[in-house]
């Protein structure tokens, strides 16, 4: 069986820790022989500095075709004085609305 995860590191330690997990769950995946693609995308203060949004169209996309969605960490002091609508934090809201979800 195949299964597609979308990988959003985040900030701060986030990408530490998703890179991490990521390799115990393809480790699992072998020893149960299971298969597990893993694809990575933006979230947060990455994406706002790379592309400008903290919820980039290329990552909602990754994660609508999702079968499961791995979430790191999200925001900084670095992006506290930005504009309401440019938070880190903006990026998790705008998915959990997108995918009618209320917790992550």
Known sequence: MKRSVTVLPGDG????VTAQAAAVLQAAAARFDAEIALSSALIGGAAIDAENS?????????????????????GGPQWANVPANLRPEQGLLDLRRALGLFAN
């Open 13 to 16: 330690i986030g990408p530490e």
């Open 54 to 74: 903290p919820l980039p169209e290329t990552s909602l996309a990754s994660c609508e075709k999702s079968d499961a969605i791995f979430l790191g960490a999200v």
